[in-house]
């Protein structure tokens, strides 16, 4: 049985949940009690390796990235002494898919951009994604230099997301999936045509993302995001 949606995100609150508090008696299963271990040990072993320069420790602490006028959550964060000019984020990825790394992580750079701001003596920021279900660990350090052009990556980002006419640089599937104007980007076309083939949907072979009265929204939207 596949779990549906909402039972995986359900899970994943669980055990974040469970890492926030420490507590694996939170958690249902053996492998979700071993999986949240995985990322707790990891926080353990980081945090040993700095003997006592970590100042504060934060879960579940709010950061508001002003580049985007949102809040976003961080799951854990530790705050170094004053004279290390250092923060660290960790993020906890709980589902079994495939993870983007830390350096390459948009959501990560705009929390990076927020902890800059909020903390105007800080000079780097280091970033780690844990995704134990994946064996995934990946860690990335900003420094305050780089803030400039992590404002021009989340801006041409938004740019590509929102403007219809705009033609993607290359297929970038982390990008395609919240991207509104999927259903009628010419670059997605072909793709989207032969994985309809391979899945045997009711799609002709001069299929084009305007012929919505021969295939269904659905179907087309379903193989334009995998594909």
């Given at each position: ?35 949240v271990k995985k990322a ?15 100042l504060e420790i934060h ?169």
């Open positions: 049985t596949v779990d549906s949606g909402n039972d995986a995100a359900e899970e994943g609150t669980q055990m974040h949940l469970a890492a926030e508090k420490e507590d694996l008696d939170l958690l249902d299963t053996e492998e979700q009690k071993a999986e707790l040990d990891y926080i353990a072993s980081v945090k040993a390796g700095y003997g006592d320069r970590i879960k579940e602490r709010s950061v508001r990235i002003g580049i985007i006028k949102k809040t976003g959550k961080l799951d854990v964060l530790h705050v170094h002494k004053p004279e290390f000019k250092w923060l660290e984020i960790f993020d906890f990825k709980f589902g079994r898919l495939e993870v983007t790394p830390a350096d390459k992580s948009l959501q990560l750079a705009c929390y990076v951009v927020g902890m800059f701001d909020e903390f105007p003596e800080a000079e780097n920021v280091k970033v780690h994604i844990i995704a134990p279900r994946t064996d995934h660990v990946s860690s990335f350090v900003y420094t305050r230099a780089m803030v400039p052009a992590v404002h021009m990556r989340i801006r041409a980002t938004i740019d590509r997301l929102f403007d219809p006419f705009k033609i993607p640089d290359g297929h970038t599937p982390a990008l395609c999936e919240k991207c509104a104007n999927t259903a009628r980007c010419p670059e997605m076309a072909g793709s989207a045509l032969a994985l309809a083939k391979c899945l045997g949907l009711p799609m002709p072979s001069d299929f084009d993302l305007g012929m919505a009265s021969r295939v269904t929204p659905e179907d087309r939207m379903r193989c334009q995001i995998l594909a």
